[in-house]
């Protein structure tokens, strides 16, 4: 069974970045879609970037521009580069296939906080 171990996150002002690492178990990593989530308060999770095994990336409308997803499949490793970093950002960000098949991991917590 994959599993997935998310870090990188933690409290940053508006207009500030980070940059979160998703690490997957496996050598399956490299031939899979992967993409981040992420999960605000009260709200459901949502599919916010996407990467190709290829490294074809898309992105939600909400974060284009400010996001940058990649991936080296050599490390079984993902991450995603956040700039321009907004409130509304704040949430509990989770990688995992997409669609979404494997078990979730813990997340990181981003917090976008003045």
């Known amino acids: 069974q994959v599993q997935l171990v998310e870090s990188g996150g933690g409290l940053v002002q508006p207009g500030g970045s980070l940059s979160l690492s998703c690490v997957a178990s496996g050598t399956i990593f490299r031939i899979l879609t992967m993409g981040w989530y992420r999960q605000a308060p009260g709200k459901q999770r949502e599919l916010v970037a996407v990467i190709t095994r290829g490294g074809v990336a898309n992105y939600t409308d909400s974060v284009k521009g400010r996001f940058t997803i990649s991936r080296d499949n050599a490390k079984n490793t993902m991450y995603l580069h956040m700039n321009s970093l907004e409130p509304e950002d704040t949430a509990v960000y989770y990688c995992?296939?997409?669609?979404?098949?494997?078990?979730w991991g813990q997340g990181t917590q981003v917090t976008v906080s003045s």
């Open positions: 995992n296939t997409v669609p979404e098949r494997l078990y």
